[in-house]
């Protein structure tokens, strides 16, 4: 082989290890260690179970404050506060809806309504 084909090749061959070397750089770098103790901190956060704390009051048994470790139904948070009283007004509560952190449930007994519609009527024949 001739000495300019030789040289060539090895212009060649380190130029190729050249653009080998930016890519590894560019696309195949490893992950910084901050990154890997991020996600494995988020993962660890994502096991964790949730903590709900909800406010139960009115017509229930037992009103309280109760923690919950998973997304639990209003129907629920009111069954575990000892269920509703007779005189519960459900048509004022979405029993269906999912609690979160830091809710008031307040479920409205038949005579607030009827005290609150009264209330709404005298402040309107005073206008």
Same mark, same amino acid.
């Given at each position: 082989?001739?000495?300019?084909?030789?040289?060539?090749?090895?212009?060649?061959?380190?130029?190729?290890?050249?653009? %080998?070397?930016?890519? &590894?750089?560019?696309?195949?770098?490893?992950?910084?260690? /901050?990154? =890997?103790? $991020?996600?494995?901190?988020? @993962?660890?956060?994502?096991?964790?179970?949730?903590?709900?704390?909800?406010?139960?009051?009115?017509?229930?048994? %037992?009103?309280?404050? &109760?923690?919950?470790?998973?997304?639990?139904?209003?129907? /629920?948070? =009111?069954? $575990?506060?000892?269920?509703? @009283?007779?005189?519960?007004?459900?048509?004022?509560?979405?029993?269906?809806?999912?609690?979160?952190?830091?809710?008031?449930?307040?479920?409205?007994?038949?005579?607030?309504?009827?005290?609150?519609?009264?209330?709404?009527?005298?402040?309107?024949?005073?206008?």
């Amino acid at each position: 082989m001739s000495d300019k084909i030789k040289n060539s090749l090895i212009v060649l061959v380190i130029f190729l290890l050249g653009c %080998s070397f930016i890519l &590894y750089q560019r696309y195949i770098k490893p992950l910084p260690d /901050e990154w =890997i103790e $991020v996600q494995l901190h988020a @993962q660890e956060k994502a096991q964790k179970p949730l903590e709900i704390v909800v406010h139960v009051s009115g017509a229930v048994r %037992s009103p309280g404050i &109760y923690t919950y470790s998973s997304p639990k139904r209003v129907i /629920e948070a =009111i069954k $575990v506060a000892g269920g509703l @009283q007779s005189n519960a007004n459900t048509d004022r509560v979405n029993l269906a809806k999912f609690i979160y952190d830091g809710q008031h449930i307040h479920v409205p007994f038949k005579k607030e309504e009827k005290k609150r519609k009264r209330s709404l009527n005298h402040k309107k024949r005073k206008k």
